[in-house]
């Protein structure tokens, strides 16, 4: 008869078994074949049948518990090895730990070889290691007896012998581990009060910071993404982001001054644009990030002198500054593989169309950290999504296009910059003290140039004025083109090459009417003994 209700139960993790195979324990241990359809017993009572502990209808009067929190003498947990089907632990919650080597004829327990550990604790977590079918780890838990102290084990020989592997550093009862899918030594513990891990096989433990101190019932590894889902009690499910970096500080790499850690590629994603929903349901979070991780170990806190990063592309050209984290240990930088937003004014009827800058072009870009005198160095790679549908040769025609737009964005505000400036100059040279006949000159000169600004941006701030001249124009087509990762519709190329030429013809139009406005106005200045100005020259921006 089966101890009541099943306690648990888990997938087998041998590539040498079917994904339908499954295994659920009681005081026996199941097994099915067919996803749960049927079951075999394939072990006999693995507990220690303690009467004493299975009492719980004499309750004393009090409804008898339903909800087999009380039950006792149970398998509690089950790991199959993933390099051997045939090896299976099982731990009970009353102090065994049983293993077979055969699929379930016969079974050892190996509870007896495991030293200091208190009689009949319960055996919270057991997991057989995948990378060699003789190792396996447990975790035992005491605090239902009041005992509140941490025991981990490990064998490396099938439970014939163990070795405590939990320090003095960990401060609480441990409820599970999980050992890293790629670093055998990276392991993980879930603990009462927080997580804990090791980068030395469990010879030290640290504690990090930033993890919320509560306790951990159980962890998976997400294998694509690299990240640590931790199940909680009482905080819901924590995911700590990409530990792909921690798998790279081996011994040595911690007796380095200065580590980089290999950075995964940078992907070209489209931007996602948060929607607002009604409703109780409604979830949001936070878009993916458009950095790429610089990430480097640090043996000793930087103190004194410069430390700082730069970012340069395939052509030697520095493209960004950062500043570097300087704590001792690991330390991560992000780089925004966007340049900066086009250089508009705070218009309300522009920003939300310039909210973001090109992406870089893929490739690779090498990155320096310097550290006082001495420059280590690395590289990232930026790349396009691989789930994009876009062909290369429609992505290509994108970030040229984007080019365009963004240089031109750019030159239209540079234009209108320097002609503000020049008016501001005129404006202070009448302010002067010139004659009447002069000042009546320098109002001519600044309404022409005035009007040449109407020509090339729209004068009213408001988004709802309906004025668009040639900026708005081109953030207009900028805004369409930068939020799709696709080629450029042909209208959106005509309209950019329209406003490019005008633009072309304004500026050619001001350099001539600059060149002789100057002569005069210079000459009139010369005739009241004041020294000449010199108007900005605009002949040869390209674009």
Known sequence: MLNTVLTGIRRSTSPLHAKDVLYAGSQFLLKSTDHGDS????????????????????????????????NHCTIFTISESPKNKNIIWAGTDDGNLQVTQNGGKEWL?????????????WCYHVEASRYDEKTAYAVFDGHWNGDLNPYIFKTTDLGKSWTKISSGTIESFCYVLREDIVNKNLLFVGTDRGLYLTLDGGINWVKPSDIPEVSIRDMAIQPDESDLILATHGRGVVIIDDISTLRSLTPGVLQNEVTFIPAKPAFIKASGYRVKETGDQAFYAPNESESAVIAYYL???????????????????????????????????????????????ANPGLIGKVAAGPFYPPGTYTVKLTKKDTVFTTQIVIK?????????????LQIETVETAYSLLEEIASFNTKLSDLISRLELLKESGVSPKLAGSINMLSGTFKEYQNLIAADSKSRLSGKSKLREKAADVYSGIIGYLGAPTTSQIEALNSIKKEVTRIKEDFNNFSQTSEELLNKRLKDEGRPGIKFLGFIGILF
Do not use: Y
Request: hydrophobic share 30%; proline share 9%; aromatic share 4%.
């Open 109 to 121: 327990n190996t509870v007896t070889n495991i030293p200091g550990l208190p009689k009949n604790t």
């Open 39 to 70: 079951w075999v017993k394939i072990s006999p009572d693995l507990t220690t049948n303690d009467p004493q502990k299975q009492r719980q209808e004499e309750s004393g009067g009090i409804t008898i518990d339903n909800s087999t929190a009380e």
């Open 299 to 345: 043996k000793s806190k930087h103190i004194f002198g410069d430390m700082f990063i730069e970012v340069f592309n395939d052509r030697n050209e520095k493209i960004a500054d950062l500043n570097a984290g300087k704590s001792k240990g690991l330390n991560k930088v992000l780089w925004p593989v966007r340049r900066k937003v086009p250089n508009v004014p």
């Open 384 to 396: 396009d999504d691989p789930k994009s549908l876009h062909s290369p040769a429609e992505r290509k």
